[in-house]
């Protein structure tokens, strides 16, 4: 099949945009000029009626799974108190009365207005149901809160312990209900397993639903711990027969050396990928929790809560023996750090698996957020990837200062230092903590504003990127990270063809207005896969 896209707008790469562009089985044979790209004969010539086309997006750390289910599951976002949580979880179960535990996720009691700002617990959510099991997850997904029903059916008590997790206790000396870090996994074993169908369905419905929005790649954790096989089952059953054009690239977890000792020796030793829709992929670990949450590893206390540093989910010699473990079989790792704690650990671990200094399997970090310059520094001279989220200033902005103080606040978030010190970045959404349409995300990258619209002017504003390096950290950048630099990311011949037309310029319209943006059409490997219609 051959097709030629002419008069159009097309990035090709920072202050360099073309006409038309000839495409042949998929892949970019020739860009250029209208005049010259109709000289090629083709099958379909498509007139693009001067619209912007842009490389498709590449979201370099994600849930994609997760996605799928928060679309079926009672979704608390909206929430503005305890008694909307309360009021939301009632009516979902009202029009569900057919489920055996109720699932929910989303909420964040720093967008309480009314009430208490609080932690939701175990009391809260009784007063929705004692019948059956409740598990909430908070939106950063480093929290989750069972109600009685469902700490009664685990059988745990004041003494339960999880190596790397949390369950608080209440102050009549019994668990409230809140599970951090590695005990979510606890609380979350309370609810009925999906069988492979539903998974399936899931999964589907957020690939197309990321490819609405102009995705073209994932990056995503969605495969973890002992029962790893189950979920790989399902999305290679998806990918062997077709059923989806999104490309996917695995990020699996294994907090625990022996579960990822087992993957080694049985799926990366025998599991076959094609390396162009479905990736091997990359291991994904987890230093601490979230900003939010406070957990997230800090050097020193939080400003607004002394006394804590946050948790630590892998110790400094877990972290390491992991690290080493995969370097020694040619494994990358990446690794979620969000407290300056956390990423002064992680760029230790990496630095320790190196030979002069060389990051040949490019580790990389997940979310950096709160860094001090000297770590910057490290990361670019290390050149060490970061997978960051623009997105989280919508919310974090609002409490970074209180958490963690002004001066430190001064270099987190430092997307353009980083970029200008040229290590490699990219940009991704970590969905469903965010929405992964990337338009809102690449809008606070270039004004860092939230969405809405303050503070005004941007949060530390010299931090602020100019639209084409955040759409190349978006690209090229995340096929960096996957070792597909050379295959996917550009609109150059060579290249796949994976791109989008948007419905208005990025380059031009108001910066305020960038996430607003539609995507009209999607294509992948040479085919549109989405149109706006």
Known sequence: ??????????????????????????????????????????????????????????????????????????????????????????????????????????????????????????????????????????????????????????????TTVVDGGVIEIGSDGKPNGIFNENAIHLIQSVLPKKNDNEKENEFLKAANYALSVGITSVQSCDIANKDFINMLRIIKNIYNNKKVKLRYGIQYNFQNINDFKKYIETEFKTGTYDEKFLSKGTLKLFKDGSLGARTALMLKDYVDDPGNKGVEALSDKQLQDLCNLATENGIRVITHAIGDGAVESVINAYSNTMKNNQNSLRHGIVHCQITNIEQLKRIAELHIPVMYQPIFLDYDNKIMESRIGKDLAKTSYAFNTLYKLEAPISFGTDSPV?????????????????????????????????????????????????????????????????????????????TDKIKDIKVEKTMVNGEFVYENK
């Open 434 to 510: 965010e929405d992964c349409n990337p338009f809102p995300n690449i809008y606070c990258a270039v004004t860092r504003q939230g969405i809405d619209g303050n503070p005004r002017g941007g949060f530390n504003p010299s931090e602020k990127m100019e639209v084409a390096d955040v759409i190349d950290a978006y690209t090229i950048g995340s096929a960096f990270n996957e070792f597909k630099e050379n295959f996917k990311g550009r609109l150059t011949p060579g290249y796949v063809a994976d791109l989008i037309v948007l419905d208005k310029d990025i380059f031009t319209i108001d």
């Open 1 to 158: 099949m051959k097709t030629i896209l002419k008069n159009g707008k097309i990035y090709v790469k920072k202050n360099h945009f073309q006409e038309a562009i000839f495409i042949e089985n998929g892949i970019i044979q020739e860009i250029g000029t209208n005049e010259n790209i109709l000289k090629n004969k083709a099958d379909n010539i498509i007139d693009l009626q001067r619209k912007t086309v842009l490389p498709g997006f590449n979201d370099s750390h994600m849930h994609l799974a997760s996605v799928g289910d928060a679309m079926t599951s009672c979704n608390l976002t909206s929430a503005k108190s305890i008694n909307e949580i309360i009021l939301l979880g009632r009516i979902f179960l009202e029009q569900n009365k057919e489920i055996r535990a109720l699932n929910g996720r989303g909420w964040n009691q720093d967008y309480f207005t009314t009430g208490e700002k609080r932690m939701l617990n175990r009391h809260d959510l009784d007063r929705i149901t004692t019948e059956i099991p409740i598990v909430f997850e908070r939106v950063c997904g480093h929290v989750s809160v069972g109600n009685t029903k469902a700490i009664e059916i685990l059988g745990i008590n004041e």
